[in-house]
């Protein structure tokens, strides 16, 4: 090969997105409104309008997103919420640092939280869900809203990776009670740092939210309940807003470089391709392959200079905070044969078939 292909290098970005992120820097500089201001309250007035949401919570990041949604639902000590086995820590963490107690739940071949484990899962302390959109692809909300209504029990939408995916014309986040994404700058739209947002359609849940965020306050020094400090950082908050013009244009290079890979890598033995990453419930935040020689393949890509990453190769609770002694044998088959191909907005099509082209070299 010519030259590397890094999983994801961030110093790619294109030269004018560059001098407009400069540029937004230099204007808050002298404006000098570094916490909330007029770029949050915009930030929140394009998320509403993109995700057809009635009220969103800019916050910290993702991870205290999650916090704050289940204290805003009223969750705490003794009561039980349904999490899926394969995630990122940060779903079930929330979870304990609000008091209460995660169940796990394996998953379905793609690595959602398996809809139909959820009757044997449930008990009377069951007070919630949280449903992982992984990888950005959308778990079936409509059948999760059904099952959850009949039960009674709040939904979380942890979807930190799926910004842009809709199902059914209706946003990830915006099907459940209250949904959470995370702007970390991995992600489709991404910060410069830390940063995410809550959206809810009942106004409780948003003013609890924006209590909760901002140390329990209604109004400076008037505190209603007990809060934290969670709120977003009002550059980073400038910088989304730059971001947002860009997020479109970005989702539609990453649907065509996710067909070339659908494309170049099809009919290949033991080679499983991502379910439905080119529909709208699927965002393509990240192109997962799935092959039982997972470590051999990540290991001759990296001799060819290709970056892979494996999201996740261990499940929450076969991790030590996390153990409970239970087995969960889809979640823990996806650990060991999943692997994440470079796939972003800044690539190349002929990266994209130089990867294809090393790897039906290993398989052919």
């Known amino acids: 090969m010519n030259k590397p292909i890094p999983f994801l290098d961030l110093s790619q970005i294109p030269l004018n997105l560059k001098n407009a992120l400069k540029e937004k820097f230099s204007h ?112 079936d909300m409509e059948k999760l809203v059904s099952w959850s209504s009949q039960k009674n029990i709040r939904i979380i939408e942890d979807a930190a990776q799926a910004f842009g995916a809709f199902q059914n014309g209706i946003s990830a986040g915006n099907w459940g009670d209250i949904g959470c994404f995370s702007f970390y700058p991995t992600k489709n739209l991404g910060a410069l740092g830390e940063a995410g947002v809550l959206v809810t359609k009942n106004e409780n849940f948003h003013d609890r939210s924006t209590q909760i965020t901002n140390h329990g306050q209604i109004k400076r020094d008037e505190h209603l309940r007990i809060g934290r400090n969670a709120k977003i950082d009002s550059i980073q908050a400038g910088f989304l807003n730059v971001k947002m013009d860009y997020f479109e244009s970005w989702q539609q290079k990453r649907k065509l470089l996710a067909s070339m890979y659908l494309d170049s890598l099809k009919n290949i033995d033991g080679l499983k391709l991502p379910d439905d990453i080119l529909e709208p419930n699927h965002n393509a935040h990240l192109f997962v392959i799935q092959t039982s020689n997972r470590n051999e393949l990540k290991s001759f ?35 060991k044969c999943i692997l994440s191909l470079p796939l972003n907005p800044w690539m190349k099509e002929e990266d994209i078939l130089s990867i294809s082209y090393e790897i039906k070299r290993f398989y052919l």
């Open 28 to 139: 808050m500089l002298e404006k000098g409104v570094f916490s909330g201001g007029e770029e949050v309250v915009l930030l929140e007035s394009k998320l509403k309008e993109y995700l057809n949401v009635p009220f969103v919570i800019a916050c910290s990041n993702g991870s205290d997103a999650l916090e704050v949604a289940i204290r805003a639902l009223g969750i705490g000590s003794g009561d039980e919420v349904l999490v899926p086995a394969l995630t990122w820590v940060s779903t079930a963490e929330a979870v304990i640092m609000s008091g209460a107690k995660p169940i796990f739940v394996d998953t379905d071949h793609n690595g959602l939280i398996d809809l139909e484990k959820l009757d044997s899962m449930y008990t009377q302390r069951t007070k919630a869900i949280i449903s992982v959109h992984l990888y950005g692809k959308m778990v």
């Open 301 to 335: 890509l990296e001799t060819k200079g290709i970056g892979t990453a494996v999201h996740y190769p261990t499940i929450i609770p076969k991790m030590l905070p996390y153990l409970d002694g239970k087995e969960y044998p889809n979640a823990e088959k996806l650990s």
